[in-house]
């Protein structure tokens, strides 16, 4: 069973505390303590043993479990830059109230290090928002949603390869930068849309690409269009895929998504990513099961 550390505000613990003692009943971990944020002064034996900031950097626990949602970044880029707590041992509350998600289920789908190809920010918000690493060098950039399936059907080959600037963009969507550099990779082209400096978007290219592992793939394309989702949902491959579309004539294998256009499918994906709901099994999916879609 792993053992656990919350951290947060007493009004946070207290609320979610029924929950928490459940989840141990249910042998899903072990509570070792509370580490009380905006009452440090705060004991009650009867509830969990009282852990203070210096206990955080020597305790023998698995995770530690973040109340606040509010304030959750910088209270993770604290934990880690203040009190040297290494970030994959931190994860937000939130991610266990996902349907069958616990701690040791977590810690199964992280030693997974899954590597993602997606055509645009939705992997990176999914990931993000479940305190997972994101191995993909295609992390802040969009690709054409063929681009992606030239990727699966011979990744070796494109991944030897070094991108080539090709030219600058101008932004056409409120995710862009108002310019931005298009590189090319052989015959696909990788839009960075978050950067503005060409040099630092190779930089991290290459960084991320160190990290891809063929052997631990998953393949996402979010696309209004009828073509792509067909041809994508017919495409073999033996990791996950998942596609999120508007098309009215989708496979009963897509998560479909009623949208007026392409951002809004996106704004909606977006959305679905970061509160971790939809018609959707997350843990599933993240377990690399095929099954995961809630079909009613």
């Known amino acids: 069973m792993l053992k656990t550390v919350f951290y947060g505000s007493l009004q946070f613990w207290l609320r979610e505390r029924n929950y928490i003692k459940l989840m141990e009943q249910n042998g899903d971990m072990q509570v070792l303590g509370f580490c009380c944020t905006d009452k440090p002064e705060y004991v009650n034996p009867d509830d969990c043993t009282a852990v203070s900031h210096t206990d955080l950097a020597r305790m023998p626990y698995d995770y530690l479990l973040v109340l606040n949602r509010a304030e959750e970044k910088e209270t993770i880029r604290t934990l880690t830059q203040t009190y040297c707590i290494p970030r994959e041992k931190i ?7 996902i349907p069958g998600m616990t701690p040791a289920v977590f810690d ?4 997974k290090e899954w590597s993602v190809l997606c055509n645009n920010c939705f992997a990176g918000i999914l990931f993000q928002h479940l305190g997972l690493r994101y191995n993909s060098p295609f992390k802040n950039g ?5 681009d992606v399936m030239r990727l699966m059907k011979d990744l070796p080959h494109y991944m030897a390869l070094e991108p080539v600037f090709d030219h600058w963009e101008e932004a056409n969507s409120p995710y862009d930068q108002k310019r931005f550099p298009v590189f090319r990779l052989d015959d696909i082209l990788l839009h960075f849309n978050h950067h503005t400096d060409a040099d630092a978007a190779l930089e991290e290219y290459r960084r991320r690409a160190k990290r891809l592992n063929p052997d631990r793939l998953m393949a996402i394309i979010v696309s209004v269009s009828s073509n792509v989702e067909h041809a994508f949902q ?3 491959a033996e990791y996950p895929k998942l596609c999120i ?3 009215p004539d989708h496979s009963p294998d897509t998560v479909w998504l009623p949208a007026d256009n392409s951002l809004d499918l996106q704004d909606k994906a977006n959305q679905m990513a970061r509160d ?3 018609p959707v099994d997350w843990v599933k999916f993240l377990l690399g099961r095929k099954d995961f879609l809630i079909r009613r």
């Open 245 to 247: 579309s508007s098309a």
């Open 234 to 236: 017919e495409f073999p």
């Open 142 to 146: 969009w690709l054409n949603c063929w």
């Open 91 to 97: 994860l937000p509350f939130r991610v266990l109230q």
């Open 276 to 278: 971790g709901v939809g």
């Open 108 to 111: 199964e789908i992280r030693k």
